[in-house]
């Protein structure tokens, strides 16, 4: 575990206590039970707001602390832990990061510190197909007049019924035909954007949002100051590392209600933590998850230095905690026997949530795939 400042430190003991007495699962299943579209509680968003966490990536001059995403990340780890629903990770990470990375001064200054306030809320819309595939953009941005013409749609968008606003993925063509893809900056009431809830097996606020000849002024184009290339990927690196802290908190929360089972379970008679098989593979799981925390660590502290090999270091990242989210998940239900499979039980939860995870901003196999692809192999 890296070693944490003093003000590191007590985000993530304020992150924790929080998270313990205010937001247990049984909150989580009263917010599914509930069956609300956004998919989450707005007192739940408020207390957040509150505590600040949805300023903590914004910088200081634009309202916000400007701690970075290792600290962000400490926050996420602890709402995993518990299922926590928001958009703080849509809104105040992805979205923050989009304006902080290729914003223009403008943009920044009138959206950054109103996504610190929580009354904003900007969210990514960029996969358009069954798998998160980057590359693969149909949605065009024509440039016309004063502006661009914008036409698609976008799939599970995080947090979308709720959005005031969505950072588009769209390829631009021109006269001199498809160019780059580029990223525009569209509200939520625009005219031409429509949006549909996505139900999926985890509970929480997807939608599909679609974009009809949705007329856009010059300035709602975002730019990396360095150039439009890789302004995507940029955001998309970003937002990846930072998913991985909160998939960790999901595992490693799945990793203790499973030590506990097997502390107290008896069975002819025994403790089965005794049971040297169980408790090998308790072990076992116990290394694979100090491993996925190295990896989680290293491409948070990658993407804060904007280091040369952060996309190598994302990319395993994103991989490992797949690979230990999706064993650990498995693990909780098989250790548990029948009750594992019940609703009543929590660990149902944490496997849906695990699957839907997985397929968020790229698969095992993608994620190994790209990163055999940086290394040249």
């Keep these: 575990m890296a070693a944490l400042n003093e003000e590191q430190q007590m985000i993530k003991d304020q992150a924790s206590a929080w998270v313990r007495e205010q937001a247990p699962v049984s909150s989580f299943r009263a917010m599914r039970d509930q069956?609300?579209?956004?998919?989450?509680?707005?007192?739940?968003?408020?207390?957040?707001?509150?505590?600040?966490?949805?300023?903590?990536?914004?910088?200081?001059?634009?309202?916000?602390?400007?701690?970075?995403?290792q600290t962000f990340g400490l926050v996420l780890e602890q709402l995993g832990r518990n299922l926590v629903a928001s958009p703080l990770f849509a809104s105040a990470l992805v979205g923050a990061t989009a304006l902080i990375q290729s914003g223009s001064e403008e943009q920044k200054q009138e959206i950054l510190p109103k996504i610190a306030e929580g009354s904003r809320l900007v969210v990514l819309a960029s996969d358009e197909g069954?798998?998160?595939?980057?590359?693969?953009?149909?949605?065009?941005?024509?440039?016309?007049?004063?502006?661009?013409?914008?036409?698609?749609?976008?799939?599970?968008?995080?947090?979308?019924?709720?959005?005031?606003?969505?950072?588009?993925?769209?390829?631009?063509?021109?006269?001199?035909?498809?160019?780059?893809?580029?990223?525009?900056l569209v509200a939520a009431d625009h005219s031409g954007v429509s949006r549909r809830a996505t139900k999926t097996m985890d509970s929480r606020g997807y939608a599909a949002v679609t974009f009809d000849d949705v007329e856009l002024?010059?300035?709602?184009?975002?730019?990396?100051?360095?150039?439009?290339?890789?302004?995507?990927?940029?955001?998309?690196?970003?937002?990846?590392?930072?998913?991985?802290?909160?998939?960790?908190?999901?595992?490693?929360?799945?990793?203790?209600?499973?030590?506990?089972?097997?502390?107290?379970?008896?069975?002819?008679?025994?403790?089965?933590?005794?049971?040297?098989?169980?408790?090998?593979?308790?072990?076992?799981?116990?290394?694979?998850?100090?491993?996925?925390?190295s990896c989680v660590e290293a491409a948070l502290k990658a993407i804060d230095d904007d280091a040369d090999n952060a996309a190598e270091l994302v990319a395993l990242a994103k991989c490992k905690t797949n690979l230990f989210l999706h064993e650990m998940s498995n693990q909780l239900i098989q250790i548990h026997g029948g009750i594992g499979m019940t609703d009543e039980f929590d660990a149902g939860f944490y496997l849906k949530r695990a699957r839907v995870l997985e397929m968020a901003f790229g698969t095992a196999s993608y994620h190994r795939d790209r990163y055999a692809a940086l290394l040249d192999f």
């Design 35 to 69: 069956g609300d579209e956004l998919a989450y509680f707005p007192e739940t968003w408020k207390a957040m707001t509150e505590m600040g966490w949805t300023g903590l990536l914004v910088p200081e001059a634009y309202g916000g602390a400007g701690l970075g995403y």
């Design 130 to 184: 069954n798998r998160h595939n980057p590359e693969d953009q149909q949605s065009m941005a024509q440039s016309i007049p004063g502006g661009y013409r914008l036409q698609g749609e976008k799939r599970m968008v995080m947090e979308g019924m709720a959005a005031t606003d969505f950072v588009v993925s769209a390829r631009v063509a021109g006269e001199s035909g498809v160019d780059a893809i580029g990223l525009f």
């Design 217 to 293: 002024m010059e300035a709602a184009r975002l730019s990396r100051a360095s150039g439009e290339v890789g302004a995507l990927d940029g955001l998309l690196m970003a937002a990846t590392a930072s998913l991985t802290a909160e998939m960790l908190g999901t595992a490693a929360a799945a990793f203790d209600m499973t030590l506990d089972y097997l502390k107290t379970r008896k069975q002819f008679g025994q403790i089965i933590g005794g049971f040297q098989s169980l408790g090998h593979r308790a072990a076992g799981l116990y290394s694979e998850m100090e491993l996925t925390r």
